[in-house]
């Protein structure tokens, strides 16, 4: 079973979290945003019939009272110009700043305590304790937009929520900036330089693997995964030994896990037996927001330029900041 940090991801991702999983690494240029499936109605139009995890939704007129139970999906909503429409978030939704957070749980979901905040439109990563299913039967619309395990699954999730609250024409400016700068990042990293990594989830130590939509995307920017030769690697959340981390010596680490464990690149040259790897002499380590590596939505840009800037560093042969 994989971390709990890595449901936030993604998984959260996670995502994580973190992330998600059984896919195969995919290393080649991100989709066109334009790619992804579109709802079916016109612009801005209602009713609006989404295609989301839990089906075809459709939803009768343009939504006022949102609630948002992923902190990805509350990203989203207010990137594509949907946050006056939002009325409440769950406990772990921190960005941005002005949303209006709430005790409500995505981990432990209350059907109850959810139709107290009279939502017109739910949104949720995670079908746990039988949500969907009692928000369906008191008549409140929801849509399930799980963990992305691939970057289209990203722009797709942008387009669902455009349609789903009239808001269609910002949400494809949205991907397709995400798009534009993604190809960008990627045009400025050099390739072939055969630079191993190891990205940190906590300090147990679990990792990810490039099945996942973390290790994908640094597969895009050329980088190999140290944990893809872990043995239980193929649930794509290996938990690694310190001597396996040692052996493989990876050129760059990156750590997810800086503000809920506190990680840095100084703690890590006190752990027993890590002061001699390549990425802590050569200052290779890079330190991530826990929120930004382990989040789908908008701010993967965000770590896209991490990512770019030290394969850009390592190729030159310049510490990491």
Wanted: with cysteine; net charge negative.
């Amino acid at each position: 079973m994989r971390p709990v940090r890595v449901a936030v991801a993604g998984v959260l991702l996670g995502v994580v979290g973190l992330t998600g999983c059984g896919q195969t690494s995919d290393t080649a240029a991100p989709p066109s945003a334009a790619t992804a499936p579109a709802a079916s109605a016109a612009a801005g139009a209602f009713p609006v019939t989404v295609e989301a995890g839990n089906g075809s939704v459709t939803i009768a007129k343009r939504p006022e009272r949102i609630v948002s139970l992923s902190p990805t999906a509350t990203e989203i909503l207010y990137a594509i110009g949907a946050g006056g429409q939002v009325t409440a978030v769950d406990d772990q939704s921190n960005h941005p700043p002005e949303a209006p957070k709430t005790s409500l749980s995505g981990f432990k979901p209350n059907v109850e305590a959810i139709v107290a905040a009279k939502p017109d439109l739910v949104v949720l990563a995670n079908d746990l304790n039988g949500v969907v299913a009692g928000l369906d039967k008191v008549g409140v619309p929801v849509l399930l937009e799980p963990a992305a395990n691939r970057l289209e699954d990203t722009y797709d999730q942008i387009a669902d929520l455009g349609a789903a609250t009239g808001n269609p024409d910002k949400a494809a400016e949205v991907a397709q900036g995400m798009s534009k700068r993604m190809d960008e990042l990627i045009a400025a990293a050099p390739k072939g330089k055969g630079l191993t990594y190891y990205h940190e989830l906590d300090s147990t130590p679990y990792s990810v693997t490039s099945t996942t939509f973390l290790g994908q995307i640094y597969g895009l920017f050329g980088l190999k995964n140290i944990a893809d030769e872990a043995p239980d690697a193929a649930g794509g959340y290996p938990k690694l030994s310190a001597e396996f981390i040692a052996k493989a010596d990876p050129d760059v680490i990156f750590l997810g896990d800086t503000k809920c464990c506190g990680q840095s690149a100084a703690t890590l040259a006190e752990r027993p037996g890590w002061s001699g790897l390549s990425a802590i002499k050569n200052g290779r380590v890079v330190e991530l927001d826990d929120d930004i590596a382990s989040r789908w939505g908008p701010r993967v840009v965000d770590l896209a330029q991490a990512v770019s800037e030290a394969v850009q560093k390592a190729g030159d042969g310049s510490a990491t900041e």
